[in-house]
């Protein structure tokens, strides 16, 4: 349910408004836009509420039901795109932000070259895993707490915000203390007692799309996150879904793009590496992303991709990663866009 305030409403009014949403034991969010400001009422059974128990009040000047599964990354919540801040980078703005980075951290050696070639190509934001969701137990599982703090003498050298996976609960707070953005991968999607912690930390959120999940299980998976955030702090992230064409690694879900954004106020960037399988797909898939007008790019490379522990396949070269940040820096001019 959102009740709409009248456009001149007063912040006791709203205040009023949102004190009774909690006596009745619901939660509530308000968005305070720039025609009008909407609270959101959530919880369970807010259906069996009558929509009259808002209206009455002093400042309200509609109450609707919102029919869709989801709330708080609803367009029906909040109609304005959502810019979030994360120190000087803002993503969801004019900014094309790129985040570059190899898919684990593997030495200070290979993070440190990693930090320099995706700095000077414009990124703003460098990406490496330190905890890995590994589908064999036997693959790489990441250097854990060592490589977070080899993400951590990148920042310093580099100045780069650092994003970085989190894979349970357990580990949400150690992963918070280095992360200025926290990465839930495709395979977490829905694992809701991680994302309920994720949520908790009040940090930006870099939600990847699982392999199987629709637009609508996405952003339950948003909300579960929002929940907890006065502030919406969730990046959505395109990165391929399993499809019965193996071409690829996954299927592009770029074509999403338009009824996502739809639906959603939330960014949504694209991760051209983990669909493409071989890196010389990745500039094409991030050419076209861009060209769909996301928000910026999650970016695998490599100093050796040969010798990566993992995703060495569709790992960009830094020639490679250089030419196509130069190509994508032209081509972010054609959506209105710098990086
Ligand atoms: C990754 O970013 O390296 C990763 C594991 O991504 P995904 O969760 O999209 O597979
Ligand atoms: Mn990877």
Redesign the pocket.
């Known amino acids: 349910m959102i009740i709409q305030m009248k456009k001149f409403a007063t912040e006791q009014e709203v205040l009023a408004v949102v004190k009774k949403v909690k006596d009745i034991g619901l939660g509530a969010q308000v968005d305070v836009g720039e025609e009008m400001t909407v609270v959101v009422v959530f919880g369970v059974n807010t259906g069996g509420i009558e929509t009259g128990v808002f209206q009455v009040f002093p400042g309200v000047e509609q109450v609707v039901r919102i029919e869709k599964p989801y709330k708080l990354a609803s367009r029906d919540f909040k109609v304005s795109d959502t810019i979030i801040d994360i120190g000087p980078v803002r993503i969801g703005g004019r900014e094309l932000v790129i985040m570059a980075g ?3 951290v593997e030495s200070e050696k290979q993070i440190m070259e990693c930090a320099q070639i995706a700095k000077a190509c414009g990124a703003k934001v460098l990406r490496g ?1 330190a905890f ?1 969701p590994r589908t064999s137990p036997f693959s790489f599982q990441g250097l854990g707490i060592e490589g977070l703090k080899m993400l951590q003498k990148a920042k310093k050298e580099t100045g780069l915000l650092i994003v970085t996976e989190v894979v349970s609960s357990e580990t949400v707070r150690l992963v918070s203390e280095y992360a200025d953005i926290l990465q839930i991968g495709a395979r977490n999607m829905q694992n809701y007692p991680l994302l309920d912690a994720v949520g908790k930390t009040q940090k930006p959120v870099l939600l990847k799309r699982g392999f199987c999940a629709t637009l609508e299980e996405l952003l339950m998976a948003a909300d579960y996150i929002l929940q907890y955030n006065p502030k919406p702090n969730v990046i959505l992230c395109l990165r391929g879904i399993r499809t019965p064409v193996d071409a690829n690694r996954f299927t592009f879900d770029i074509c999403h793009l338009p009824k996502l954004r739809e639906l959603t106020h939330l960014p949504i960037i694209a991760d051209p ?2 669909p493409a399988k071989y890196s010389r797909y990745v500039p094409d898939l991030a050419y076209g992303a861009i060209a769909m007008g996301v928000d910026g790019l999650i970016v ?1 490379i490599h100093p050796n991709p040969q010798n990566a522990q ?2 060495g396949l ?2 960009l070269k830094f020639g490679d990663f250089a030419t196509m940040m130069e190509a994508i820096g032209r081509l972010a001019e054609v959506r209105g866009r710098i990086v």
Do not use: I, L
């Open positions: 190899p898919c684990s895993g890995k590496s983990h695998e993992s995703d569709q790992s």
